[in-house]
């Protein structure tokens, strides 16, 4: 099984609609991130996490919302999906030591 | 802002060529420097990790090279093979987590 798991892998969708993606660990990491990927954008941070207390905007969070249900769990939720939105999305972990990044094998988000 | 800038955006060569991906990034003060490795709509998979005090890392036919005051790395890939062929980022922590740098994709033909 897979250490950083995202839930659902492809998810098409109509505009309007609440979408919410869903990423569990088992490396036991405290941090957490949500990424998206768009062509010739390359990753940008849409939230994090440090704990299960905390929890940051990154650069692009404007039309995103985050919950961080336990020290594995964190999840992505769009309240009013647009095709912007459009994208390949990642959940990430990484440890307080090292800070090595380690990522899930992405949710493809298709909104019409 | 911390920006990371890699070049060239797109690299082909032939099978067995040692090739050098460059990398590089705006402010230097730097926590540590990741290589990833991007098969085409899959996930990032960590190569190499260099911490900030650290000038070099090896894994295999790769080695990353870290200069904080110039602010560049470089992964060097030795004899590569056609299982090579990916889209390779860099990304560095420092203040804010990872920065992502926008990839070369690199195509090794057999």
């Known amino acids: 099984d897979a250490d950083v798991t995202q839930t659902p892998r492809n998810r098409i969708t109509k505009t309007g609609k609440r979408i919410m993606l869903e990423c569990s660990q088992t490396?036991?990491?405290?941090?957490m991130y949500w990424y998206r990927q768009d062509p010739g954008l390359g990753l940008q941070l849409i939230y994090y996490s440090f704990d299960v207390k905390d929890i940051n905007k990154g650069e692009i969070s404007d039309g995103y919302s985050v919950s961080r249900q336990a020290q594995a769990k964190f999840s992505l939720s769009l309240e009013s999906a647009i095709p912007n939105q459009t994208a390949l999305y990642f959940c990430a972990t990484s440890g307080s030591g090292t800070g090595e990044l380690f990522f899930g094998e992405g949710s493809r988000l298709t909104v019409l | 802002k911390q920006e990371v800038t890699q070049i060239p955006a797109a690299l082909s060569v032939p099978e067995g060529e040692n090739l050098v991906l460059n990398c590089s990034f705006t402010d230097s003060a730097i926590y540590n420097l990741q290589w990833f490795r991007q098969d085409p709509g899959k996930g990032l998979t960590s190569l190499l990790l260099?911490?900030?005090?650290?000038r070099e890392q090896t894994s295999g036919r790769l080695n990353a090279s870290l200069d904080k005051s110039s602010g560049r790395s470089t992964l060097y890939i030795a004899a590569s093979q056609p299982g090579d062929s990916a889209t390779y980022l860099c990304a560095v922590t420092g203040n804010t987590p990872l920065v992502f740098g926008k990839g070369t994709r690199l195509s090794v033909i057999a």
């Open positions: 490396k036991g990491h405290d941090r």
């Open positions: 260099i911490q900030s005090s650290q």
